[in-house]
């Protein structure tokens, strides 16, 4: 409660609303093909309108038994949750959010970090 006020007044400097929902979605549209390309995979859905700021990105193939999801929370500096789950083809597939307060280099720096944590498993 103490902190709303700075939270809209920070959010009103960036833009208002829709330029924040605009950058993200942006931001998820262009950080997904980022990934796909480093990991030689594709997009969970290819079309972007099928989602708003969250990225559903296949990864290389691997050890299905990583916890992707613990090794990423544990691997500094990774700003943000990044859940790793199966489909039913047995592809692992990492679910990206992105943020006001990230770049396109950060999702650099996560295709680097999973390529590390897959090479470290095999």
Known sequence: YLAMEKALDFRESVGGE??????????AVEGGKTLAKEFGTELLFSHHSRFAAMVD???????????????????????TYV??????SGNMIARVSAQIYNDVDDFRFLAKVIKEIIKSHE
């Open 18 to 27: 829709e330029a924040i929902m605009n950058y993200i979605h942006n931001l």
């Open 57 to 79: 990105v296949k990864l290389p193939p691997c050890n299905s038994s990583i916890d992707f999801t613990y090794e990423l929370l544990h691997h500094k500096p990774i700003s």
């Open 83 to 88: 859940p790793v789950y199966s489909d039913n």
